[in-house]
């Protein structure tokens, strides 16, 4: 079992830049692939980043690329989402969620454990 905690969210300006962070428990983190996924009002929930477990590959949705960061301190159980050049339309409640092995990094059903997700809102 994996329980996972978000923090880091808030209001900021557009252009600005938020840290989000999500600690994880259990001892085998580093054994866990983790993402990120957003939901905007009104919208399903999307794929943001991801990183793996084993080689450390990241993997990014297209909106997001050249802007938003994922890394991970397995000594710390925390994976954080560093975004920059934030937009308004990046307003949206963000989750992070794990899994040991995901077939598909991008598709939030391969994830069993996810986070109660962390609001972030930029205005224009």
């Known amino acids: 079992q994996v329980q996972l905690v978000e923090s880091g969210g808030g209001l900021v300006q557009a252009g600005g830049s938020l840290r989000l962070s999500c600690e994880a428990s259990?001892?085998?983190?580093?054994?866990?692939?983790m993402g990120w996924f957003r939901q905007a009002p009104g919208k399903e929930r999307e794929f943001v980043a991801a990183?793996?477990?084993?080689?450390?590959?990241?993997y990014y949705a297209d909106s997001v690329k050249g802007r938003f960061t994922i890394s991970r301190d397995n000594a710390k159980n925390t994976v954080y989402l560093q975004m920059n050049s934030l937009k308004p339309e990046d307003t949206a409640v963000y989750y992070c969620?794990?899994?040991?092995?995901?077939?598909?990094?991008?598709?939030?059903?391969?994830?069993?454990?996810w986070g109660q997700g962390t609001q972030v809102t930029v205005s224009s």
């Open positions: 969620a794990a899994d040991t092995a995901p077939e598909r990094y991008e598709l939030d059903k391969f994830y069993d454990y």
């Open positions: 259990g001892r085998t983190f580093s054994r866990y692939a």
């Open positions: 990183i793996s477990w084993s080689t450390g590959n990241r």
